[in-house]
């Protein structure tokens, strides 16, 4: 729920850094099935039919999401800044690899987030107590009372980030053009 909160912040954020949201409409995206087919499966596992898929089956599943996105992202490779969103996606992914397909969240961090876990229900983030790589689990938390309140991982964070890269570089807002080197000057030959 957080992740479309975030996505609409940085649309509003385009025009007000002067760049132009149309311009989302010329970048040339490819494998766009991949990332549908992602969502889907996660909406699958953990809204839809969260009770109804045996445990290993749902870990599978949401690891097979993860495989999709990273076909998406060797697609997408030249746009610039998918490699931040990569690099999120990669950290959060060796912690659900690590713990055999789920997100680990930090107990302290999911009763600041006021989760309640159904037993029997696949969760693609549970609270676990010895979780390997915990410190790329989530660990923070929008705390509960607030709107969103949810936990969240610093691969995350790292993914937001590259998203606002990926979405003012392609609007070429101001953001994008004060991270750039300035071209060089082109070579005039004599006359």
């Known amino acids: 729920m957080i992740l ?82 990569a690099s999120g996606g990669a950290m959060n992914l060796a912690a659900i690899v690590a713990n055999h397909g789920v997100m680990p969240a930090s107990p302290a961090a999911a009763r600041r987030a006021g989760l309640v876990m159904i037993a029997g229900e696949f969760a693609n983030s549970a609270p676990t107590a010895h979780a390997r790589l915990g410190f790329l689990g989530d660990v923070f938390a929008v705390p509960a009372g607030w709107p969103l309140a949810n936990v969240f991982s610093a691969g995350d964070v790292v993914l937001v980030i590259g998203l606002g890269v990926v979405v003012h570089s392609a609007c070429g807002s101001r953001l994008a053009r004060r991270g750039r080197a300035p071209a060089a000057p082109a070579h005039q030959s004599p006359n």
């Open 4 to 85: 479309p909160a975030v996505v609409l912040v940085l649309l509003v954020s385009v025009p007000l850094a002067g760049g132009r949201l149309g311009r989302l409409a010329e970048l040339h995206v490819r494998a766009v099935w991949a990332v549908a087919c992602s969502i889907a499966l996660q909406l699958l596992i953990v809204d839809v039919a969260a009770s109804f898929f045996p445990s290993a089956v749902a870990s599978g599943l949401h690891l097979a999401s993860y495989a999709l996105v990273g076909w998406f992202v060797v697609a997408n490779r030249r746009i610039r800044g998918l490699w931040i969103v």
